[in-house]
């Protein structure tokens, strides 16, 4: 799951392509990249800059190191197939589309984020509540969306369990991330006590996955939107039986009519000429809090000047650490040694091994 989450994070085309051979093959070699570090040594190494940094390796090592590694042989199996009937094209078909797409995450800041293990991403742990904020950068979207949809799949399956604290999950600008089964953690989180917002500018964003999304969702808090997305929050919303009256006047007479009709509650074109501030919406219940009124269209009412006040006495975060560019570098080539060694190391041992057996 790591793997095709990184991998489709960074290649956003991939994405319909799921299930092809030349989308399937990276994926599974960047998994059997990945859970081979997990077992070596306790997973000593199992960071994504060591991943891609082993996966630069050459063929002639790499192959049969990884092929030590039983759990992943049937991974492996396609790709040393290929390499021992020279089917050179097909092979680098396969190995290259991962190392282009993850050659992109080769920096010595990401590198520096990405091998720490400073603390765990189990948010709700009732021993260890912490809160966990993680920003893009609008210059480098693509690139850090992909590293923050790694962190989201992973903290996603920590935090979804029972027994634990009462969570949130704040998701802003969604559609900047890659993750997959969304629609599975709206459904089963809200069990385990997990609450979860999505935020975006459009439905469209989303593409297939927001019909689902939005069906599966209790509260819908909307701004101004237009177009395809006005038109279902107007059907989502339902029709209401609403009074009309009409007014006939000609020469001789005057007459009134009135009548009632089913009609939206809210309207398309109400959603699509919203001002500042205004929002429509509908807000979900449960047996033993029922809520009569649950859609609403109403203005957010703000104090400018008590929130210019409060904002004057915010502290700023206190600072952690201090990193020097010396020490990015440093990791940056430490990791670099790292998976060297282990590819010369584990590569002797086949040596000694083979030798062993070429005595008896």
């Known amino acids: 799951e790591s793997a095709r989450t990184i991998l489709l994070g960074l290649n956003r085309e991939w994405i319909k392509k799921q299930g092809d051979f030349f989308v399937e093959s990276p994926i599974n070699f960047v998994t059997a990249v990945i859970w081979y570090l997990r077992k070596y040594d306790n997973g000593r190494y199992c960071t994504l800059p060591h991943v891609i940094e082993m996966i ?30 020279d089917a050179m094209e097909q092979l ?3 190995v290259a589309s991962a190392k282009i797409v993850l ?6 800041q990401l590198y520096w984020v990405l091998s720490g293990k400073d603390f765990k991403l189990d948010i709700n742990n009732p021993e260890e509540p ?23 799949s992973r903290l996603v399956r920590i935090v979804n369990k029972k027994g634990q604290l009462p969570s949130s999950l704040v998701f802003d600008e969604f559609p900047t ?4 089964h969304m629609d599975s953690l709206i459904a089963t989180a809200r069990s385990n006590r997990v609450a979860t917002t999505l935020a975006m500018q459009d439905f469209s964003q989303l593409r297939k996955e927001a019909d689902v999304i939005v069906n599966i969702t209790g509260n819908i808090l909307s701004g101004q939107v237009m177009g395809d997305t006005a038109k ?11 009074d009309r009256e009409s007014l006939s006047i000609n020469r001789t007479d005057t007459s009134i009519s009135k009548s009632s009709q089913l009609d939206f509650a809210i309207p398309a074109s109400k959603i699509s000429s919203l001002s500042s501030g ?22 957010i009412q703000n104090d400018t000047k008590k929130l210019n006040e409060e904002a004057k006495g915010f502290k700023p975060i206190p600072k952690v650490s201090d990193v020097t560019p010396q020490q990015v570098t440093d990791n940056y080539f430490q990791v670099k040694l790292d998976i060297r060694a282990l590819i010369e190391q584990e590569v002797y041992r086949l040596k000694m091994a083979r030798e062993e057996i070429d005595e008896l």
């Open 103 to 108: 050659s992109r995450l080769a920096s010595p």
């Open 278 to 299: 205004e929002f429509v919406g509908m807000v979900a219940d449960d047996p033993h809090e029922k809520i009569k009124l649950k859609m609403f269209h109403c203005e």
């Open 56 to 85: 630069q390796a050459d063929y002639d090592e790499l192959f049969p190191v990884l092929n030590t590694e039983p759990e992943i042989q049937v991974l492996m199996n396609p790709f040393i197939t290929a390499y021992q009937n």
């Open 232 to 242: 279902f929050l107007s059907e989502r919303f339902g029709k209401i039986m609403q």
């Open 92 to 94: 680098e078909g396969q």
């Open 130 to 152: 912490k809160i966990v904020c993680m920003g893009n950068n609008p210059e480098k979207q693509q690139i850090y969306g992909a590293v923050l949809s790694l962190y989201i």
């Open 177 to 180: 991330i890659f993750f997959n």
